[in-house]
């Protein structure tokens, strides 16, 4: 997704509300940025690593069989590199 804003005299960028909602990105957040290249990635601090692998857990849930074939398939491509 691509969303376009304008740089004011001070430098200071506004991020687009959508871009916002979709980081979580709440008044007070801290965000970090990082030039990769000729790019610039902006993303959320994370203040509780603990709580944010606790609710990526919530999110992300793989069954016996996907782990199995992932690492599988991690193989295969790591022997074909060797």
Known sequence: MAEKAKISQKGQVTIPKSIRE??????????????????????PEIEDPL??????????????KEIEDMIESSKNKWSKLS
């Open 22 to 43: 979709m980081l979580g990105l709440e008044p007070g957040k801290k965000v970090s940025f990082e030039v990769i290249g000729k790019e610039a990635v902006i993303y």
């Open 51 to 64: 709580e944010e692998l606790k609710q990526l857990r919530k999110e992300v849930r793989f069954d016996e």
